[in-house]
């Protein structure tokens, strides 16, 4: 099939190569020029396991090709996927005016029947919205093109994006028209060989559930992190916990490790979205709402656990950060606990060294100058008055704690991820805190 990919992005450039990885004609479009011209070097503009090799065979192949110019990629494609972003507006609903400029592109554009494509996080009736914008701009034409639309959200996670996009558990499909259903069936049937579902719905049915699905993760998060603070306050140990309730198969292991709250560029603003549209209906989500508090605070926790090992007293002192990337396997420091945790230290007068193995050229837009950024995990250590681990990358499971005592001043650790064994640690003299674990 033809397929035409708007927005290069994190799920964009995965949807585009895994759509070529099956054989399709795809053509990717960006209107980040510097972007696409590193994507037509073969280099790849994020961190993502897996992808660039990817992408190179199937450039090579000339199965997938990039461009600026969305006349070159929308006229001549039978599917158009929209995957550009949808980031916070300032009330906290999502803000459309991306995905609205692509839906203009195309209704000024096409000229044969076109299947257009929602891949990007959106609120229930913006299906609606880019089919009354398309419709407008073929009426500016006059013109008469059918289209239809299409709500196919997204699953993947960063960090594992090709597996997830390769093998999804299901596929979400909202669409009206029988004939584009078997369509949308024929292009992900190799991903589902494995008999996972792909559920055809109607499209708001399609919108909603993709908010429903990271509100619930979101909530299980928040959840273990609650429970987590209180099991400190008890003496009970979060870990002990997790296993305890993960066990019960109504339950389930996954997205029940308490940590520093979540971050990214989906949960807390597909939460924030989700609540707005709920007020916005006169239907408060109150137990999200909770959720989205109980996040902010978590964020702040292990500030708050230095602030208590240095008797509130940051002022002069210097701190190591281990990992910066809102989670490990990836360079997304979007929403990232590590800013919430180095503004803060910043704002109490403290000195920040960090580290993270694949994050610290995006640290460098974000926190400027204001930061030194190190080239290897340990020398973030030297002379720094305690570590904060905020990422659990593999790289820090198993340290050399010798050397870590030796680099730091203070032999004090703050682990946001609960990834040392508290006994070993004060065995070898650590000062170490973590989530939920012990008085
Ligand atoms: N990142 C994830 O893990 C993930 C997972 C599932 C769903 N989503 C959703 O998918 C959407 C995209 O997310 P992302 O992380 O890939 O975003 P991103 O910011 O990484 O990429 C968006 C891309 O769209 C481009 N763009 C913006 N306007 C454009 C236009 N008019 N024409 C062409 N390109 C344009 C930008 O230059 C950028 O490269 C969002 O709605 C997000 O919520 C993201």
């Given at each position: 099939m033809k397929i035409a990919v708007v927005g290069t992005g994190y799920v964009g450039l995965v949807t585009g190569t895994c759509f070529a990885e099956s054989g399709n004609d795809v053509i990717c479009v960006d209107t980040d020029h510097t972007k696409?011209?590193?994507?037509?070097?073969?280099?790849?503009?994020?961190?993502?396991p897996g992808l660039e090799e990817m992408v190179k065979r199937n450039a090579r192949e000339d199965r997938l090709r990039f461009t600026t110019s969305i006349e070159e990629a929308v006229g001549q494609s039978l599917m158009v996927f929209i995957a550009v972003g949808t980031?916070?507006?300032?009330?906290?609903?999502?803000d459309l005016q991306y995905v609205l400029h692509v839906a203009r592109d195309i209704g000024r554009l096409i000229s044969t029947f076109t299947i257009v494509v929602n891949k990007s996080t959106v609120p229930v009736g913006t299906g609606d919205k880019v089919r009354a914008v398309i419709a407008g701009e073929l009426a500016?034409?006059?013109?008469?093109?059918?289209?239809?639309?299409?709500?196919?959200?997204?699953?993947?996670?960063?960090?594992?994006?090709?597996?997830?996009?390769?093998?999804?558990?299901?596929?979400?499909?909202g669409c009206e028209e029988p004939r584009t259903a078997e369509l949308m069936k024929e292009l992900y049937a190799p991903f589902v060989r494995t008999e996972h579902p792909i559920l055809i719905m109607d499209v708001h049915?399609?919108?909603?559930?993709?908010?429903?699905?990271?509100?619930?993760?979101?909530?299980?998060?928040?959840?273990m992190n609650d429970v987590a603070?209180?099991?400190?306050?008890?003496?009970?140990?979060?870990?002990?916990?997790?296993?305890?309730?993960?066990?019960?198969?109504?339950?389930?292991?996954s997205f029940i490790f308490p940590g520093v709250g979540y971050g990214g560029s989906c949960f807390p603003k597909d939460v924030q979205a989700l609540c707005r549209t709920g007020r916005q209906h006169g239907h408060a989500l109150e137990l999200l709402e909770a959720v989205e508090a109980v996040n902010y605070?978590?964020?702040?926790?292990?500030?708050?656990?230095?602030a208590a090992?240095?008797?509130?007293?940051?002022?002069?002192?210097?701190?190591?950060?281990w990992g910066l990337a809102f989670k490990p396997n990836t360079d997304d420091m979007r929403e990232a606990p590590s800013l919430v945790v180095i503004e803060g230290l910043l704002a109490a007068g403290a000195t920040v060294r960090a580290y993270d193995p694949a994050?610290?050229?995006?640290a460098r837009k974000s926190l400027g100058g204001r930061v030194t950024l190190c080239e290897h995990s340990y020398d973030a250590l030297e002379g720094a008055d305690g570590l904060i681990l905020v990422t659990e990358w593999n790289d820090f499971r198993h340290p050399d704690f010798d050397r870590m005592k030796k680099l730091l001043r203070r032999p004090l650790v703050i682990d946001g991820r609960n990834i040392y064994d508290p006994a070993r640690m004060k065995r070898l003299g650590f000062e170490y805190h973590s989530i939920g674990r012990g008085r």
């Open positions: 696409v011209e590193r994507l037509k070097r073969g280099e790849i503009p994020i961190y993502e980031p916070p507006g300032e009330d906290g609903s999502a500016r034409r006059g013109v008469e093109v059918p289209f239809d639309i299409v709500s196919n959200p997204e699953f993947l996670k960063e960090g594992n994006a090709i597996d997830d996009f390769m093998k999804p558990d299901r596929v979400i499909v049915s399609s919108e909603m559930t993709k908010y429903a699905a990271n509100a619930m993760l979101a909530t299980k998060i928040s959840f603070n209180l099991c400190e306050l008890v003496g009970a140990d979060i870990d002990m916990v997790r296993k305890g309730i993960g066990s019960d198969s109504r339950i389930g292991y605070r978590q964020k702040n926790v292990l500030l708050r656990k230095l090992a240095c008797n509130g007293d940051l002022a002069g002192k210097t701190f190591a950060v994050a610290n050229h995006e």
